[in-house]
């Protein structure tokens, strides 16, 4: 489906799941319709399955927004409780759109319980109580993280809420990220379930690659440790004087506290010339976005840094503010520098970035998806190289794989009707 008729099918206040390959711009496309209910006093909650993903789109986590935290289910007197607080009572009333970012990463229980908890707030049995919902993401990204090994997590699409919303599917097909059909067709085989020797040829010369020297790429891993080793030994190696910047902040403790786990901006950022940086949110603007890098090349005289991309231009880095509003008043505010050191990642938080060059481990990888996000990071195999790889990587869940062909075809119908 093209873009703008799954915005005019938004703005008819269906509601939706949009959809499409990493890329498609599923973002883009929710900021446009935030952008519209702002302009049309319609009052949308934004929120995301992680606090990273919130990040991106202005939003807060929906379990923040929502009460629940981390529960899959409440009781009829917890639920109770929880309306007894005027501050949720008020949001769960006047909202008339939820957005709900990577809603891969939710259980089906929980948007189940949201359901349950809109309908008692409001009073109405409709879906959501009558509230417009968007679910928005992809199912091919990584799944909702189990609470011990041997639950089966049932996806957001088993749910019954799912079921009752009678929801129209929009599966934005085309393609803003990637431009090399090479990388492209890997992608399309994992998420077709149908990676074979023409893929893994594909791939293999990604592990002899030598990237251009002027590139210093992101080093994206499966685990955590191996980031934080890396990129404190590579300040450490750089001589030259150590600038640090400290994260301001303003509001509620507790939704402050929330917004700096899922900023991808650290609390106290240390830099000096040479360090390799990645910014960390979208300003077009000032000429960055979300995952461009690039090397401090100096320091102004009130010591802000100067970054130049890979891409040859020269950016003054100033801090930036990242806030948690609800009906215009600001409940939380954070300003730092939008930058993080770059020289590791891992693959869990460069959801949602586009890399300009990228060495991949995916020797680790440990559930469905890991390589699809990983793979989808740069925007050709050029700009790749790959450093391991285990059987998981390139595997997608087979359930998936059918529920996927499902939606395209709803999509087609939706949009046939819609062009008529």
């Known amino acids: 489906m093209k873009q703008k008729i799954a915005l005019q099918i938004l703005k008819d206040h269906n509601n939706v799941f949009l959809t499409g390959a990493a890329g498609a711009g599923k973002t883009f496309l929710l900021n446009k319709y935030i952008e519209y209910c702002h302009k049309n006093d319609i009052k949308v909650a934004v929120t995301a399955s992680t606090g990273i993903a919130a990040t991106h789109i202005g939003g807060r986590t929906i379990h923040s927004w929502s009460g629940i935290g981390i529960a899959d289910s409440m009781e009829a007197k917890e639920i109770a409780k929880l309306l007894k607080r005027p501050d949720f009572l008020h949001r769960f009333r006047s909202t008339n759109v939820l957005i709900i970012d990577e809603i891969s990463m939710i259980h089906a229980r929980q948007l189940d319980l949201i359901n349950k908890i809109?309908?008692?707030?409001?009073?109405?049995?409709?879906?959501?109580?009558?509230?417009?919902?968007?679910?928005?993401?992809?199912?091919?990204?990584?799944?909702?993280?189990?609470?011990?090994r041997d639950e089966q997590v049932k996806l957001v699409y088993e749910s019954q809420s799912w079921k009752e919303m009678r929801i129209k599917i929009c599966y934005l097909s085309e393609q803003y990220r990637q431009d090399e059909d090479t990388l492209l067709q890997v992608l399309s085989d994992i998420r077709s379930g149908s990676v074979d020797e023409n893929t893994t040829e594909l791939l293999r010369d990604a592990f002899e690659r030598t990237l251009e020297d002027h590139i210093e790429p992101t080093k994206l891993f499966t685990h955590n440790a191996n980031v934080d080793i890396i990129n404190n030994k590579k300040l450490q190696k750089i001589d030259g004087k150590e600038i640090g910047y400290t994260m301001i902040s303003d509001g509620v403790e507790q939704v402050i506290c929330a917004l700096q786990n899922s900023c991808l901006a650290p609390q106290e950022l240390l830099l000096k010339e040479g360090a390799l940086v990645m910014f960390v949110r979208n300003n077009f603007e000032e000429g960055y976005v979300n995952g461009t890098t690039g090397t401090v090349i100096d320091f102004t005289d009130d010591e802000f840094p100067i970054v130049e991309t890979f891409?040859?231009?020269?950016?003054?880095?100033?801090?930036?503010?990242?806030?948690?509003?609800?009906?215009?008043?600001?409940?939380?505010?954070?300003?730092?520098?939008?930058?993080?050191?770059?020289?590791?990642?891992?693959?869990?938080?460069?959801?949602?970035?586009?890399?300009?060059?990228?060495?991949?481990?995916?020797?680790?990888?440990?559930?469905?998806?890991?390589?699809?996000?990983?793979?989808?990071?740069?925007?050709?195999?050029?700009?790749?190289?790959?450093?391991?790889?285990?059987?998981?990587?390139?595997?997608?869940?087979p359930e998936i794989l059918k529920a996927d062909k499902r939606f395209q075809k709803e999509s087609k119908l939706v949009e046939k009707k819609y062009k008529k």
């Not at 809109?118 to 189990?146: C, H, K, Y």
């Not at 609800?326 to 993080?340: C, D, F, S, V, W």
């Not at 959801?351 to 989808?376: C, H, K, P, W």
């Open 311 to 397: 891409d040859g231009e020269t950016i003054t880095v100033y801090p930036e503010k990242w806030k948690i509003e609800e009906e215009g008043k600001t409940l939380a505010e954070i300003e730092q520098l939008p930058l993080r050191l770059a020289w590791a990642i891992t693959v869990h938080k460069s959801q949602g970035m586009t890399l300009d060059a990228a060495e991949i481990d995916l020797s680790r990888s440990f559930e469905y998806g890991m390589g699809y996000v990983a793979l989808s990071r740069v925007r050709t195999l050029k700009n790749m190289k790959l450093l391991g790889i285990n059987d998981v990587a390139l595997q997608v869940n």
């Open 118 to 148: 809109l309908r008692t707030a409001r009073g109405n049995w409709e879906p959501f109580g009558g509230m417009q919902v968007v679910l928005s993401g992809d199912f091919f990204q990584l799944p909702p993280i189990a609470k011990n």
